[in-house]
């Protein structure tokens, strides 16, 4: 009986402490600071705060201020942020959320600061889909914080301007760090290993804010991403194959230099379009292609080995290529628009790569040799590089206004 007590009461003190939580979200006045105390704590509903400005949430550090969802039974996200201004968050952990750990939409100025994100049964597709997950904000910035375990992006800034990812750590997710749909974002000193997919930047269509553009990413670790792809059916970056340092998808004005890029097993850097998905297109604004991709300064080493056999992508790299996958694939498909009549992509518009070391490059070409399913496996693949030995202004630097 006495065990039974105890139980009840634990029940009730942490329901009280999720109360205390949310009141103090409510009651919050521009300029206070709502503190989470110190130890691990049951929540079974998302915690909430809206409407807004100069609020911040601290904890007493990730290892020490734990808010554990994973009996939650209402509401999906861990923490939400909708509609504010200056937001600040940090130290502390979201765990377990039954979906994304903390999101926030519609925020002018959020930081997420020394946060962690993580789903602690290790990588499966019943995990929360995104761990940091800003989406249709401005004013971003991700620093010294970790994300585990997500079903789709661990890192993810969408439809945002105006970002920074920096000093950051991504793992056992399906995407490490993700950018989507994003202008203006500065992505540099992550680490971001043991993912299915480093580090992505991705336009899809259907989305609010139709094209990113102007995003570097730089001075990061993507290695050993190499991990089985268990985002749940449907998912876009289900089709991301496990072995993949960074891919760039559909996206414009991309700066990648100064990475290592290392033992990713299908391919250290994808430059593919949308069309690489096999996805019907119906956003008649949606533009497919990338263009201006400029890929330089990086460390690539990989050594023998072979790639994603359960991807199609990966089953044409080993038929072609066997265990000597090339660092740099390239579909081969430039934007229309931006071809001279003579077929030669203007210059501003290329892909350019340049000074990566002794690295194998491989353009598929598409849309010359995907006509029928057996083409890619009987045609012959340029690797020729000096079509693309070329060289684009550097992306000037993201500035933001949170602090």
């Not at 990648?256 to 299908?266: D, G, L, P």
């Not at 070409?365 to 083409?375: L, N, P, T």
Request: charged share 20%; proline share 4%; net charge negative.
């Amino acid at each position: 009986m006495r065990g039974i007590f105890f139980i009840i009461f634990l029940s009730i003190l942490f329901s009280n402490y999720e109360k205390d939580i949310q009141t103090m979200l409510i009651l919050a006045e521009p300029g206070d600071t709502v503190h989470l105390g110190e130890g691990t704590f049951s929540l079974i509903g998302t915690l909430s705060i809206e409407g807004k400005e100069n609020i911040i949430i601290s904890g007493k550090g990730v290892d020490n201020t734990i808010l554990s969802f994973k009996n939650q039974t209402e509401g999906a996200e861990g923490l939400r942020v909708n509609n504010c201004k200056n937001i600040t968050l940090v130290d502390f952990t979201i765990q377990d959320s039954k979906g994304d750990a903390i999101k926030t939409q519609d925020v002018d100025g959020i930081v997420f600061r020394r946060v962690k994100a993580e789903w602690t049964n290790g990588p499966k597709a019943e995990n929360g889909a995104y761990g940091l997950y800003p989406v249709l904000c401005q004013n971003v910035l991700i620093e010294h914080s970790i994300a585990i375990g997500a079903s789709d992006a661990g890192i993810y800034v969408g439809q945002s301007k105006n970002i920074i990812v920096r000093n950051s750590e991504a793992y056992h997710n399906v995407a490490g760090i993700e950018i989507e749909n994003s202008i203006n974002a500065d992505v540099y000193e992550n680490y971001a290993h043991h993912n299915t997919g480093g580090i992505l930047i991705f336009d899809l269509p259907d989305l609010l804010q139709k094209e990113g553009e102007h995003i570097r990413v730089y001075n990061n670790r993507s290695e050993y991403n190499n991990l089985d792809n268990f985002a749940p059916p449907g998912n876009i970056v289900g089709s991301v194959p496990a072995g993949t340092g960074i891919m760039i998808l559909a996206a414009k004005n991309v700066e990648i230099f100064n990475n290592q890029i290392i033992e990713n097993k299908t391919v250290g850097t994808a430059i593919v379009s949308y069309f690489i998905t096999e996805e019907p297109m119906t956003d008649s604004l949606y533009n497919p292609y990338t263009s201006a991709i400029y890929i330089h300064d990086n460390n690539y080493q990989r050594s023998k080995q072979l790639p994603d056999l359960g991807h199609e992508i990966g089953q044409l790299l080993f038929a072609k290529f066997w265990r000597d996958v090339p660092e740099i694939v390239y579909d081969g498909m430039p934007d229309p628009q931006f071809l001279d009549s003579d077929g030669i992509i203007l210059s501003e518009h290329s892909l350019c790569i340049q000074n990566n070391g002794e690295i194998e490059f491989v353009n598929l070409e598409i849309d010359k040799h995907f006509k029928k399913w057996y083409s890619p496996f009987i045609t012959t693949f340029s690797q020729d590089k000096t079509p693309f030995d070329c060289e684009l202004n550097a992306l000037t630097p993201t500035i933001i206004t949170a602090k």
